[in-house]
């Protein structure tokens, strides 16, 4: 399986080229063609398993995809936190020079769309960002609303693991798309309990959210960038996308009305077609 190495810290990667086949760390080197590399990059705690709606349309378009676990995640070291972004960027760094990819187009979303935007100001691989439901930080960001941090804080003290994921989850999602899909939302637990963050390395990255800022340095970020928000984001308000187009010099807005937090997850074939759109025209 192949690791990347950022000072010590080991981080789980995988690809995927565009025939759907996994590489491994020969292949990385060795691979044929000239496709371009998308990187996907996770949000606060969540494991690789939130891609598997973009991973293998991307593949699909033409892409070689890379996903990876942050650190404090999934197959990746935890080392002691707190981390912060600019750590979390230099990993990403780490991994993309160990995939082989000179450039690549990098999609992040939530905690992942800061990461992109630290990794655009810190280093100069990225082709392009895609920045879905985040934030720039700092003062003017609107905040999670105290409704759903009570429901993400507060959980029964007689809930056992799978309920206290799905707890904290619900306001991710609309109503609608949660009552409707029970058999996918269990799924997504078991997906979680095997992948996702430990307690201490979601609160480990909830410490680099927590000190995000790069308000004042959006005009410092040339690569064209796609914005993409749900009106019905109850995490981080679509508001914050209207700071993010306003303070990037290359940016493009998409909206998508009645959009969750998980957005991508819910109205998936929708982002794709949108996301494909916007990669294949950058």
């Given at each position: 399986?192949?690791?990347?190495?950022?000072?010590?810290?080991?981080?789980?990667?995988?690809?995927?080229?565009?025939?759907?086949?996994?590489?491994?760390?020969?292949?990385?080197?060795?691979?044929?063609?000239?496709?371009?590399?998308?990187?996907?990059?996770?949000?606060?705690?969540?494991?690789?398993?939130?891609?598997?709606?973009?991973?293998d349309?991307?593949?699909?378009?033409?892409?070689?995809?890379?996903?990876?676990?942050?650190?404090?995640?999934?197959?990746?070291?935890?080392?002691?936190?707190p981390?912060t972004?600019?750590?979390?960027?230099?990993?990403?760094?780490?991994?993309?020079?160990?995939?082989?990819?000179?450039?690549?187009?990098?999609?992040?979303?939530?905690?992942?769309?800061?990461?992109?935007?630290q990794?655009?100001l810190?280093?100069?691989?990225?082709?392009?960002?895609?920045?879905?439901?985040?934030?720039?930080?700092?003062?003017?960001?609107?905040?999670?609303?105290?409704?759903?941090?009570?429901?993400?804080?507060?959980?029964?003290?007689?809930?056992?693991?799978?309920?206290?994921?799905?707890?904290?989850m619900?306001?991710?999602?609309?109503?609608?798309?949660?009552?409707?899909?029970?058999?996918?939302?269990?799924?997504?637990?078991?997906?979680?309990?095997?992948?996702?963050?430990?307690?201490?390395?979601?609160?480990?990255?909830?410490?680099?959210?927590?000190?995000?800022?790069?308000?004042?340095?959006?005009?410092?970020?040339?690569?064209?960038?796609?914005?993409?928000?749900?009106?019905?984001d109850?995490?981080?308000?679509?508001?914050?996308?209207?700071?993010?187009?306003?303070?990037?010099?290359?940016?493009?807005?998409a909206?998508?009305?009645?959009?969750?937090?998980?957005?991508f997850?819910?109205q998936?074939?929708?982002?794709?077609?949108?996301?494909?759109?916007?990669?294949?025209?950058?």
């Amino acid at each position: 399986m192949p690791y990347a190495d950022n000072d010590g810290v080991s981080l789980y990667y995988e690809t995927t080229d565009p025939d759907g086949n996994q590489e491994d760390d020969a292949d990385s080197e060795d691979r044929e063609g000239d496709a371009e590399t998308v990187v996907l990059v996770e949000g606060l705690g969540y494991g690789r398993w939130m891609w598997r709606w973009q991973r293998d349309r991307l593949a699909e378009e033409g892409y070689r995809v890379v996903v990876w676990d942050n650190r404090g995640t999934g197959d990746s070291d935890e080392p002691d936190g707190p981390y912060t972004v600019a750590q979390m960027a230099s990993d990403l760094e780490a991994v993309l020079d160990a995939a082989d990819a000179e450039r690549a187009h990098v999609v992040g979303a939530s905690m992942g769309g800061m990461i992109a935007q630290q990794y655009a100001l810190d280093y100069d691989r990225a082709e392009s960002l895609v920045l879905l439901c985040t934030s720039p930080g700092g003062d003017d960001a609107i905040p999670t609303p105290e409704e759903t941090q009570a429901r993400m804080f507060g959980v029964p003290e007689e809930a056992d693991e799978r309920e206290t994921i799905r707890y904290k989850m619900e306001p991710a999602m609309t109503d609608e798309f949660w009552e409707a899909n029970d058999d996918l939302v269990a799924d997504i637990v078991d997906w979680r309990l095997a992948g996702d963050a430990s307690d201490a390395g979601r609160e480990a990255q909830a410490a680099a959210v927590a000190q995000f800022d790069a308000s004042d340095r959006l005009d410092q970020i040339d690569a064209p960038t796609l914005v993409a928000h749900g009106t019905a984001d109850r995490v981080l308000p679509v508001g914050n996308a209207d700071l993010l187009d306003g303070g990037l010099p290359n940016a493009r807005l998409a909206i998508f009305e009645e959009g969750s937090h998980l957005f991508f997850i819910e109205q998936a074939e929708d982002v794709n077609d949108r996301l494909a759109e916007f990669l294949h025209d950058v």
